[in-house]
């Protein structure tokens, strides 16, 4: 059997409900400012971020409340991520980038630095394609290679490699492993096979002599290096990294 209600716990209840509904009240205006928080800051990092990659990125500042890291006059982690990013004159990308230990130099003009940063771009095959398609690469193919190739050759990409076909079937395929080579990507040709046949040690080191297929990349948003660029299925993945740079809400 339940024991009756004392006087001292029905007057607790009322002193709790007006407790709750008070710090309610007072939970209003914290949400506001960190949403405002949000929508300030978030801005000024998309607008410095699509100055250097032409569209309009996503921002993301994780799951601590901003106000909280504001206070100590920094971002701990800032993601922010876009499709059909322009870096260089590279073709279209899709990239991802994670900024660490955001300082705010400034809340009015919303001005900072940013400590270090990575960027992860994936560029699919049709850019591959595009980027293959220079005097020095696709071009200076020998004569019989290119025939079959064409100038646009069918493109897939595999972990580790990249296979370069003609408009129908495999008469010929050419391939290609990419890497990072300093400032930049370059694919080294690591197999040729001609109606099924594999090219002998000696034709293969000849095409390799013949051809030159690498893009430099030398202007790269927020001061950015090359890390890596390796294959992988359906995609070009290339890894940047850099630290130092800054950024405001104009970019």
Do not use: N, W
């Not at 050759?153 to 492993?177: M, Q, T, W």
């Not at 893009?215 to 790269?220: D, F, H, Y």
């Amino acid at each position: 059997m339940a024991e009756p209600e004392t006087g001292s716990t029905l007057l607790l209840v009322p002193i709790l409900r007006r407790l709750l509904l008070l710090a309610a009240f007072l939970a209003i205006p914290l949400i506001a400012a960190e949403l405002i928080a949000r929508k300030l800051i978030g801005d000024a990092v998309a607008h410095a971020v699509q100055a250097r990659i032409g569209v309009a990125p996503k921002v993301g500042f994780g799951s601590t409340p901003l106000l909280v890291q504001i206070v100590h006059g920094r971002l701990s982690t800032v993601t922010v991520s876009a499709a059909g990013a322009r870096i260089d004159g590279l073709p279209p990308l899709a990239l991802s980038a994670t900024l660490r230990d955001v300082h705010l130099r400034s809340l009015t003009s919303l001005q900072g630095a940013i400590g270090s940063l990575s960027i992860d771009a994936k560029l699919p095959a049709a850019g591959v394609r595009d980027l293959l398609a220079t005097p020095a690469c696709v071009d200076s193919l020998p004569r019989d290679v290119l025939a079959a190739l064409t100038r646009s050759p069918r493109v897939d990409l595999f972990p580790g490699r990249i296979d370069l076909l003609g408009p129908r079937g495999r008469a010929v395929e050419l391939r290609l492993r990419p890497y990072a080579a300093g400032a930049s990507v370059r694919f080294a040709v690591i197999g040729l096979d001609q109606a099924g046949v594999a090219a002998s040690a000696t034709e293969l080191a000849a095409v390799r002599e013949g051809t030159h297929c690498s893009r430099a990349l030398g202007a790269l948003p927020f001061g950015v290096s090359l890390v890596s660029a390796s294959a992988d299925a359906g995609a070009l993945e290339l890894s940047f990294a850099g630290s130092g740079a800054s950024f405001s809400a104009l970019g």
